[in-house]
């Protein structure tokens, strides 16, 4: 069962994308939920309005109206996946939308976020999860990874799920983010009517392994110092690359032992 505390704070952080419809939910990180110098909530793709005329690349500003527990705000996309169906909106640029940006930060500074999943799942092990639609409710299901790099997960409600839930948190008995509701899994169809179906199963992508990897990054670093690069490392091994010049060496943080990484050092 979830705990009373993990609903609370799901339901505070949670936001409404009002102009196609849907849900979305502020992010944070596992270790440190508070600061992470950037502030993201997370959605469904086609809850949000985007092109793929050029203009989002060369800095047309498309904003998103998100409704929170204290007041709408305007906020833009920073990373759209429509295969995934999976978007990031953040802050407006604060040198042209000062206030809107400052006010986006303002929320975000005053609201606990929900801590995303890093870590993978033992396969084909179901676990519950718990979604909390836009009708205020929370409707509990299944979930299941089938695959060793499934970048989504296999999902089974109790009940059917409708189209205003669409972006919306699902989340794990530790309170952890999972997974967005998805037209991706044909959990609710694309024009936001419940699809005809005896039991409402389908899939949902795991924002972690979906989202652009400079997004990721913030969601890694068990403190602020980490968002930029890994700190002090010990070498355990250290061989010579046929590459003159170079010197390869498999290393790994003093904080973060069981997880080695291989790095080039140059040579001088």
Known sequence: MLAEEFKQRTEQATVRVT???????LI?????????????????AHCVGFD????MALGDYYIE?????????????????????VAILGALDGQVFFDEAEQFELFSENTVP?????DGFALNKPFDVYVFTHKNQWVKGTAQQCRPDASNLMVQFDEQIEGGTSGGPV??????????????????????VTPLMKE??????????????????FFNAQTPDERAMPIRIKIEKREESPIQQVTVARVQTEKRPNQPAI??????
């Open 52 to 55: 793929c005329e050029g203009g």
């Open 200 to 217: 409402c199963s389908g899939s949902i992508p795991r924002p972690y392994l979906t989202m652009p990897v400079w997004v990721a990054r």
């Open 171 to 192: 989340i794990n008995e530790e309170g952890e983010l999972v997974g967005v509701i998805s037209t991706a899994g044909s959990l609710v169809a694309s024009d936001g």
């Open 28 to 44: 944070g990180n596992y270790h440190t939920l508070e600061r992470l110098g950037h502030h993201f909530v997370v959605t469904a």
């Open 114 to 118: 929900v801590p995303l999943r890093l």
């Open 65 to 85: 109206d998100i409704e929170t527990k204290s007041g709408g705000l305007n906020v833009s996309p920073w990373a759209i996946d429509p295969v995934s169906d």
């Open 263 to 268: 790095v080039v050092i140059n040579r001088k």
């Open 19 to 25: 102009k196609r419809g849907g849900q979305g939910v």
